[in-house]
């Protein structure tokens, strides 16, 4: 996984109705919207106990889901989507006041999602999988929080094993239905493309100061919602261990 082909984001939102100026695009500030949902947060420390404690590490290589547990897959309904995108637009608008009309009229027409699925598709992952969302979201915060631009494929699905035993051991996730499931995955998806759009936007203007807090930020999010320091993890072939 590469954080900087998520300029290509940036470009195709610069592409929207910017009239011949750059266009501020969505990552222009280190926005985390998944901290405005419960689930997110809630599923997030699943994983973050299983990183601290150890569990699963040993295992990570191997992919596949032990027999029994819950699948991680969701049924995506448009009008999810739509909802979901909706909410993403008013938290972006009220993170950029002064260009929020333009903010919210290239979010409804850009294919955000889309972009999320062309960039993580090299690395395996795929769009109706709770699992595949959270793990983009978890491997490129990891990233920006310590300057890696890239991760291999084998890393990736190390990191996809962990998220997938974390959720399919989870009686919180085997409640959630197919709306809940996506509105999560959806959330971790805009987040990735905001926050990666952000980090690499900053790296390619060659602005290390901005590149700098959004690494920081990374760090931070991480630090107080999950108590776990991503620049103490290493990412591996086993996944992220401490």
């Known amino acids: 996984m590469r954080y900087r082909l998520a ?3 940036v470009a195709m939102l610069a592409a929207g109705p ?3 100026q750059d266009f ?3 990552g222009s500030q280190y926005i985390d919207f998944g901290a405005s949902m419960a689930s997110v947060g809630q ?7 299983t990183v601290r404690s150890g569990g699963g590490d040993r295992r990570a290589a191997t992919p596949t889901r032990p027999t029994g547990a819950t699948s991680t897959r969701y049924r995506g309904s448009p009008a999810i989507s739509a909802q979901v995108r909706a ?3 008013d938290f972006v608008a009220r993170a950029d006041p002064a260009n929020a009309e333009q903010l919210r009229k290239v979010i409804q027409q850009q294919d955000l999602l889309g972009m999320w699925e062309k960039h993580v598709a090299v690395d395996g992952l795929r ?3 709770v699992a595949d969302a959270m793990t983009s979201y978890w491997v490129q915060n990891w990233q920006i ?3 890696v631009p890239f991760a291999s494929r084998a890393q990736v699905q190390a990191v996809r094993g962990q998220v997938a035993r974390a959720l399919g051991e989870s009686p919180a996730f085997a409640k959630m239905g197919d709306a809940e499931r996506q509105a999560m995955a959806e959330t971790f998806m805009l987040n990735f493309v905001a926050q990666g759009s952000a980090y690499s936007d900053a790296v390619t203007r060659r602005d290390a100061a901005a590149a700098a807090r959004f690494s920081d930020a990374a760090t931070a999010r991480f630090r107080t919602d999950m108590n776990l320091d991503l620049r103490r993890l290493k990412l591996t072939e086993a996944g992220l261990v401490g």
């Open 7 to 9: 300029a290509m984001c």
């Open 18 to 20: 910017a009239q011949g």
């Open 24 to 26: 501020p695009a969505i």
């Open 43 to 49: 599923m997030n420390n699943v994983l973050g106990s």
């Open 87 to 89: 909410k993403f637009a």
């Open 127 to 129: 769009r109706g999988d």
């Open 145 to 147: 929080a310590n300057k």
